[in-house]
């Protein structure tokens, strides 16, 4: 019943004995947190959002929480359309 258990249910041997071994010591196994994917965003919502960061005083925490996109997206974005000089500099159109 062992060796067939993990395979049926697709679950490495390994991990399945950790797991045992922190439920036996009265502890609950931990999750791993995984990074989402991004959300697509078109080249006018982008504009639009290093407009509103810009606009904002560079606060990037807050244009993150208010688009739902990360911070370094944001920051990236912004520091991107300042050395472009605006969205027709060529740094800037390598983005899209």
């Given amino acids: ?16 004995r950790n797991w045992v071994i922190l439920y036996n010591n009265g502890k609950e196994p931990v999750r791993k947190w995984v990074r989402k994917m991004g959300r697509k965003v078109s080249y006018d919502e982008k504009i639009g959002i290093v407009k509103w960061v810009l606009k904002h005083n560079h606060d990037y925490k807050q244009a993150a929480q208010k688009f739902d996109i990360t911070y ?17 500099g060529p740094a800037w159109q390598d983005q899209g």
Avoid: C
């Fill in 72 to 88: 370094s997206r944001a920051y990236a974005w912004t520091q991107k359309y300042e050395q472009a000089n605006g969205p027709k």
């Fill in 1 to 16: 019943m062992r060796a067939k258990f993990p395979f049926l249910h697709n679950i490495l041997d390994t991990l399945l």
